[in-house]
């Protein structure tokens, strides 16, 4: 049901990441928490996800495809600041998933309407824990989290998915062409 990896293992996001994920079916493939055999072992659960190299050739497409088996990913920021988003939550809105965030404040500047469960919403654990088994079960509410995805791209989010972190390496490769390359004037 349940999607989660990190890195770094922060004992603060562990015992979050731990309070949840006890009441909920899910699987930690990343070195923190892990419950599928070792992070070595995570990738034979979805083989098409690691051995279609040639299809997924940047190393963020094995996260989305592998993400992409879940209804739901643990998205847990390693700061809980003022904007502060990080690909983490991008990774689980591209692979079709459902993020299960906590985080920046004001995420909802960031994401598409209903397209996220704000785990700091809730009273307890398990009334979160309650909330996501119920929306997965009732496929007319799960899909309503999904309504987006029909209405094109918003602009918040398209913004903020253009800048994110794993954007970068393009947007550096651009403006140096606009210079003129390796060979330009500095």
């Not at 920046?104 to 979160?128: Q, T």
Request: proline content about 5%; glycine content about 6%; charged content about 20%.
């Amino acid at each position: 049901l349940v999607y989660w990896s990190s890195f770094p293992c922060t004992t603060q996001r562990n015992k979050l990441a731990h309070k949840i994920l006890s009441l909920l079916p899910h699987h930690s493939l990343g070195k923190c928490l892990n419950n599928v055999g070792g992070k070595n072992k995570a990738p034979r659960l979805y083989p098409e996800c690691v051995d279609n190299a040639a299809k997924l050739t940047k190393w963020w497409n094995h996260l989305h495809c592998m993400m992409s088996h879940y209804k739901f990913v643990l998205v847990i920021e390693g700061t809980w600041t003022e904007s502060y988003v990080t690909e983490k939550l991008f990774y689980a809105l591209d692979s079709g998933a459902i993020p299960i965030y906590f985080g920046a404040p004001n995420i909802m500047d960031f994401v598409p309407p209903h397209s996220i469960i704000e785990g700091v919403k809730f009273k307890s654990m398990e009334e979160l824990a309650s909330y996501v088994k119920a929306i997965a079960d009732d496929p007319i509410a799960y899909g309503e989290f999904h309504a987006w995805r029909r209405c094109g791209v918003l602009d918040n989010y398209a913004k903020t998915r253009a800048l994110s972190l794993d954007t970068l390496p393009c947007r550096l490769c651009q403006a140096i062409s606009k210079k003129g390359g390796r060979n330009a004037a500095a």
